[in-house]
């Protein structure tokens, strides 16, 4: 039988693999980069951890074994990301396979509301630190030959964000930094991409909704659920991967079929 191209179909599995490859992982320490810590390390790969808080860190780069380390920073400082992808650039041989940026914040104001000071924390806080790492990780997966940035977007900055205008407009502003990045960065065979998750039960978001809330999103998913971290971790493990070798400026939305539904009340119907 005669295929489309030379790749054993049996392949598809191995290429899930990340063995021998190095990652960052930027907000390391709780919900969805937690989670996906361990999902790359499962797969194979050696991981910095990074995160704010430190004991945070190093307990994920401890879970996740495979020589992981686990490093404190707060990535929305220049200096602190520069020194981080130095340092890791002079741990691993001046090259990285990637890295994904998973950290984010929200505030609820409405646009009335909002101060000068909350809106640049926003923007500090969600859109800023994937710049600064775009910046100084692309001299190491260039020296590399190959890599992949990841970023975590959200359907709030596709949709509208009610209560939190800043953050949504920040993670927009991040999906269209991914799609320059991919453009800039394609020739250098660096791939760029996002995820943007809907409801996805982390600590940080049982906090804000309680379970009212979890019930009202589960009611609202097509799939009558909302996410768990391993649900996001996942679809970052594939965009890692070389399965996703020909997939770049994106963003896929990982959010129960919330942002396929019809828009219009259809009760009169
Ligand atoms: N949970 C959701 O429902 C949801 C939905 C859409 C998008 N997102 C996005 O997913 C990402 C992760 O969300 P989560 O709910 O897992 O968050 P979380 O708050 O549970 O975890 C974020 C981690 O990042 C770390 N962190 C925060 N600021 C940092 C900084 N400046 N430097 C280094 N580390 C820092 C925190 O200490 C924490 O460990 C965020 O970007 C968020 O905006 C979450």
């Known amino acids: ?25 930027l907000g390391a320490g709780q919900g969805i980069g937690r989670q996906s810590c361990h999902a790359l390390a499962a797969n194979g ?23 992981a380390i686990g490093w404190a920073a707060d990535v929305s400082d220049r200096a602190s990301v520069e020194r981080l992808f130095a340092e890791v650039g002079g741990l691993f041989g001046g090259r990285l396979d990637g890295f994904i940026d998973i950290v984010g914040r929200a505030q609820y104001a409405d646009i009335g509301e909002l101060t000068d000071e909350l ?11 994937a ?38 407009a920040a993670k927009a502003g991040l999906m269209s930094l991914v799609r320059t990045a991919a453009v800039e960065l394609g020739p250098k065979n660096i791939r760029v991409n996002a995820v943007a998750p809907g409801v996805v039960w982390t600590p940080r978001i049982s906090g804000y909704l309680g379970e ?8 609202n998913a097509p799939l009558r659920r909302v996410a ?3 649900n996001i971790a996942s679809v970052l493990l594939f965009l890692t991967s070389e ?7 994106q963003v896929i939305s990982v959010d129960g079929g919330v942002g396929a539904k019809f828009p219009f009340p259809m009760d009169d119907l």
């Open 243 to 249: 399965l996703a070798s020909y997939v770049t400026g």
């Open 45 to 67: 790969a050696r991981l910095v951890c990074v995160d704010v808080d430190k004991t945070k860190a190093e307990d994920v780069a401890h879970e996740c074994g495979n020589d």
């Open 131 to 168: 710049w600064l790492a775009m910046q100084a990780a692309t001299p190491l997966l260039e020296a590399n030959g190959r890599g992949e940035m990841t970023f975590i977007a959200s359907a709030s900055g596709i949709t509208s964000a009610p209560r939190h205008p800043a953050y949504g």
């Open 228 to 230: 768990y971290p391993s």
């Open 119 to 129: 809106w640049d924390w926003h923007f500090t806080q969600n859109l800023r630190h």
């Open 1 to 25: 039988m005669t295929r489309a191209d030379d790749t054993p179909i049996a392949d598809y599995a191995r290429m899930l693999r990340l063995d021998g490859r190095r990652y960052v992982i």
């Open 212 to 219: 009212k809330g979890k019930a009202r999103n589960e009611a």
